[in-house]
């Protein structure tokens, strides 16, 4: 079945201690992002690939960081996670003309 | 750089009427446009996209929409709305194929009996 996996689902941590959420994707796309969704705001676009070793800033990067050293994978890192980073949190990916169509569960994280 | 407007945080709409949703964008060239629907809990579906040729996109579950270039709009519609489409729904557009993309605030849909 063609899937977009986040991990976890659900996570609350503390102020300052790293973490990493997983994308992994098994459709062999080319494009993976991550968003993140606040009430009121919408999706904004945290980082972008557009191949394995190949990112960019979107639109609210600070803070984050990712890699791309698999085609299938995309994980976003947190270095030292703050409480506006509390949000849910998206991983897409797509293939062909821009970033269409597949999207993971959500990643709901909880910094405390 | 885009943006996406969506002018309506929420709507209201009776079983079986119209559906209209607005959405506006700002972005120098004819961007490629997107709509999406995100149920509750849910991650983001995809429901049409428009890159270029024909003006009218027809996607899934009866939904449509209309870019505009005149208006920098590219609102979606339903001709019948049923109770299953209560959701949220988002547009979002990019510059071009593996670009950065920018959504809308979104529009959420309530439907009534």
């Known amino acids: 079945e063609a899937q977009v996996t986040q991990n976890p689902r659900y996570l609350i941590t503390v102020t300052g201690k790293k973490l990493t959420v997983t994308c992994s994707q098994n459709?062999?796309?080319?494009?993976m992002s991550w968003y993140r969704q606040d009430p009121g705001l919408g999706l904004r676009q945290i980082y972008y690939?557009?191949?394995?070793?190949?990112?960019d800033k979107g639109d609210v990067p600070e803070g984050y960081k990712v890699s791309r050293k698999e085609k299938r994978n995309f994980p976003l890192i947190l270095e030292s996670p703050s409480p506006n980073q509390t949000s849910l949190y998206f991983c897409?990916?797509?293939f062909g003309q821009g970033p269409e169509a597949f999207f993971g569960q959500g990643t709901r994280l909880t910094v405390v | 750089a885009q943006s996406v407007t969506q002018p309506d945080i929420h709507i209201t709409v009776s079983e079986g009427a119209s559906l209209e949703l607005r959405c506006n964008y700002s972005y120098g060239a004819t961007p490629y446009l997107f709509w999406y629907v995100q149920s509750p809990g849910q991650g983001l579906q995809l429901l049409l996209k428009y890159f270029s040729g024909d003006t009218l996109v027809q996607g899934i579950k009866g939904f449509e929409a209309e870019f505009k270039r005149s208006q920098s709009s590219f609102n979606l519609r339903k001709p019948s709305v049923h109770w299953s489409d209560a959701a949220e729904y988002f547009c979002?557009?990019?510059?071009?194929?593996?670009?950065?993309?920018?959504f809308g605030t979104g529009t959420k849909l309530q439907v009534i009996p």
């Open positions: 897409a990916s797509s």
């Open positions: 979002a557009v990019a510059p071009g194929g593996y670009q950065k993309v920018t």
């Open positions: 459709m062999n796309h080319e494009y």
């Open positions: 690939s557009m191949n394995v070793e190949v990112t």
